[in-house]
């Protein structure tokens, strides 16, 4: 593997670190569980080092690849009539096509660019409906944020906005040398199963409100972070004189469950 990505030229823009370790790769496969059943999608497939293990796994698998030269060697290598290579930006595909193409939701899978995990993350949230868990290589402190508790200094927007939505686990850590170049810093592998909600529970919309917002201020109470919630000022005003709402509070104290509960008071008062 590691002889093939050398002749590749790399493009730094992409953030590319191919996975060169065959170990790792199967320890990927492994805790995935795949059934025959399954679709997948993955991010980034890079040389193939976990495609190659995917493709004789799965129903289907769906390879979503940004470089057109990366493409071509997919091409060749792969020919399994399982198999959908596509040219395009994961952040521009909606999941949700491919998920009713093929009539199930999704197992999304992928060793994604450093710069892109927020934005890939919250894509996947976004269309969480039509995804059934989320298993990604990320860097390790990016994953020890992901699946932090209340009142550790990991703990932020990343952590309750995720854990609303899913149930993450930090699977294992991956040494820089595992990939070609290898990165400054050490990776991860994150499972997130998502969590069935009911379509009556909280608006998601307003939960990320209230969730950024409070952590906006940091070091303060709800009390002073939720100042700046984007409301009509009587509005906010009622929120800060309800006395059932734990604005005494730092925002990472406040467990999810906390966060939800906060979010279906402050929906009640903004209607």
Avoid: W
């Amino acid at each position: 593997m590691k002889n093939i990505v050398v002749e590749y030229r790399l493009k730094k823009s992409l953030g590319q670190n191919f996975l060169i370790d065959e170990n790792i790769a199967r320890k990927v496969i492994k805790e995935l569980h795949l059934k025959q059943d399954d679709i997948v999608l993955e991010i980034g497939p890079g040389k193939g080092a976990l495609t190659k293990y995917l493709k004789d796994k799965v129903k289907f698998l769906i390879a979503v690849e940004i470089d057109k030269n990366i493409i071509t060697h997919l091409n060749q290598e792969l020919d399994n009539d399982n198999i959908e290579i596509v040219h395009g930006d994961i952040l521009k595909i909606p999941l949700v096509s491919y998920a009713k193409k093929y009539h199930a939701k999704l197992r999304v899978v992928g060793n994604i660019p450093y710069h892109l995990t927020s934005p890939i993350i919250f894509k996947v949230l976004d269309e969480h409906k039509c995804v059934s868990d989320l298993t990604i290589m990320v860097q390790r402190e990016v994953a020890l944020r992901i699946t932090a508790k209340p009142n550790s200094k990991d703990y932020g927007i990343l952590s309750v906005l995720t854990q609303y939505i899913g149930s993450p686990r930090y699977l294992f850590t991956v040494s820089e040398n595992c990939f070609y170049p290898p990165p400054k810093v050490k990776s991860a592998v994150i499972q997130i199963p998502i969590i069935e909600r009911d379509e009556t529970d909280i608006d998601e919309a307003v939960f990320r409100i209230i969730v950024k917002t409070s952590f906006g201020k940091r070091r303060k109470t709800l009390r002073n972070s939720l100042k700046f919630l984007p409301y009509p000022r009587t509005v906010v005003d009622n929120i800060l004189s309800n006395k059932s709402l734990p604005l005494d509070k730092r925002p990472e104290n406040l467990t999810v469950k906390e966060f939800t509960l906060l979010t279906r008071q402050i929906q009640n008062i903004v209607r």
